[in-house]
Structure formats: C-alpha cells, structure tokens
C-alpha cells in the first residue's frame, strides 16, 4: 500500500506548482491520485477509506505549512489571509474525499473486469464453451 500511497500524494504535489495549469489539475488531483494509487496499492473494499486516509493525513504537511506561513510568518499573500487559513484548512478533507473516491472508482472497475474475467473462463457458470 506504500507505493500507491506515494504515488498518489505524488500526483497531488505535482498538479500544484505548474502556472495556469494548477487551475485545472489541482482540483481533479486527488480523484486521479486516488484512481492512480488506488490501483497501485490494489486497494479493496475494506482498505479504499484507510488509503484515501492516509493520503489525506499527507495533505496536512502542506496545510500545515500554509497556516504557519499565513498566521505566524510575515508572508504576504496576493489574497486575503482568511481566505489562505480557509484554503489550508479544506485542503484536508477535500483531499481525503478525492483520494477516497478515486479509489474506490479504481476498485469497483477492477472488481467488474474481475468478474468478466471468471465469467469467461473455461467451466465457469453461464459460459457457452
């Protein structure tokens, strides 16, 4: 599960820092880093919310990191402070939901192409072989 965890948090810092593009990629980021990583750690039923938790629990190393330079460093910000403190403290649970989602996205399509697969095999129920 480590290496679908990193691979997701991966593609959720990488949709950050590229100019423009960030407007399109940051909010699909954790839905593609869920269905990405879900796959990788082969996530099921019983382990898509402790992925999409675990991931989420990530996001609070930039969040936090938001907050500090927000409320206790002099940064300045091109928008207002409260609406930064806002962004760092959604960023949490938004990517937990993405993450989460794009997870069991990835699950339940591999669970389907499972199913196709058993069905099609040789002595299977149903099959016209």
Not at 61 to 71: F, K, M, R
């Amino acid at each position: 599960m480590l290496n679908g965890v990193l691979a997701a948090y991966g593609i959720i810092l990488a949709s950050l820092p590229v100019p423009i593009v960030h407007f399109i990629t940051f909010p699909i980021g954790p839905f593609i880093a869920g269905f990405v990583g879900g796959g990788i750690a082969k996530a099921d039923e019983g382990r898509v919310v402790v992925f999409g938790l675990i991931v989420g629990g990530l996001a609070l190393i930039p969040a936090a990191l938001l907050l500090i330079l927000a409320l206790v460093a002099d940064v300045e910000f091109p928008v207002p402070t409260g609406l930064v403190v806002f962004a760092a403290i959604a960023l949490v649970p938004y990517t937990w939901f993405g993450v989460t989602v794009g997870a069991l996205v990835s699950f339940l399509l591999r669970e389907r192409e499972r199913k196709a697969e058993a069905a099609t095999e040789p002595g299977a129920e149903g099959s016209n072989d």
